[in-house]
């Protein structure tokens, strides 16, 4: 079954960054892509951004372009999110979660289990 | 703040059927598909509906989706306790080449 595991939960300091890793298994690794959606305390669900891990081409939502990376290592099937200068208002908890179908892209259907990140000083 | 607009909250008592819509426009619901998400109490969401109205493996058939024009909406029938959680429409925005997800619905059993 597929599955999504995700690195445990950080504090940072404004203006640092953060690297969250997502680990895929229970399916190819290359014929899905997964996207980065992270959620406020209390807040609804804010997609950030996403990459076909068959050719690592990438989209980020506009808002986070400039900060935000998305990266793959697909020898050990693991996407990683880095997200740079951070301030207050990116605490949240992260979520990785895969596409679907295989042909409905940017579209996440398997969930991993969300990553809390704290930005406090 | 989302372009896909819910109602913020829907109740019902056991075995009740219960709607909940999604306003969006032209560049996103009415050019692609919807799906929605289920979010329980301190979980990651599911995915409850994709391509407008089919169930992944799984998902009770009280779950349907609809979609017209720019609008969508989601019913619950027979409504049960296991189903309180936000429920989360979502569809990709070609004008900000963005998945957007809807403002999200709160589901009380009564």
């Known amino acids: 079954q597929v599955q999504l595991v995700q690195s445990g939960a950080e504090v940072k300091k404004p203006g640092a960054s953060v690297k969250v890793s997502c680990k895929a298994s229970g399916y190819n690794f290359n014929r899905y892509g997964i996207s980065w959606v992270r959620q406020a305390p209390g807040q609804g669900l804010e997609w950030m951004g996403w990459i076909n891990a068959y050719n690592d081409n990438t989209n980020y939502a506009l808002k986070l372009q400039g900060r935000l990376t998305v990266t793959t290592d697909t020898s050990t099937s693991t996407v990683f999110m880095e997200l740079r200068s951070l301030r207050h208002d990116d605490t949240a908890v992260y979520y990785c979660?895969?596409?679907?179908?295989?042909?409905?892209?940017?579209?996440?259907?398997?969930w991993g289990q969300g990553t809390l990140v704290t930005v406090s000083s | 703040q989302s372009v896909l607009t819910q109602p913020p909250s829907a109740s019902g008592t056991p075995g009740q059927r219960v709607t909940i819509s999604c306003s969006g426009s032209?560049?996103?619901?009415?050019?692609?598909?919807v799906n929605w998400y289920q979010q329980l109490p301190g979980r990651a969401p599911k995915l409850l509906i994709y391509s407008n109205n089919q169930r992944p493996s799984g998902v009770p058939d009280r779950f349907s989706g609809s979609k017209s024009g720019t609008s969508a909406s989601l019913a619950i029938s027979g409504l049960q306790s296991e189903d309180e959680a936000v429920y989360y429409c979502a569809a990709w925005y070609d004008s900000l080449n963005d998945y957007v997800f809807g403002t999200g619905t709160t589901v009380t059993v009564l």
């Open positions: 032209s560049s996103n619901i009415g050019s692609d598909i």
């Open positions: 979660a895969r596409d679907f179908r295989e042909l409905e892209l940017q579209r996440p259907g398997y």
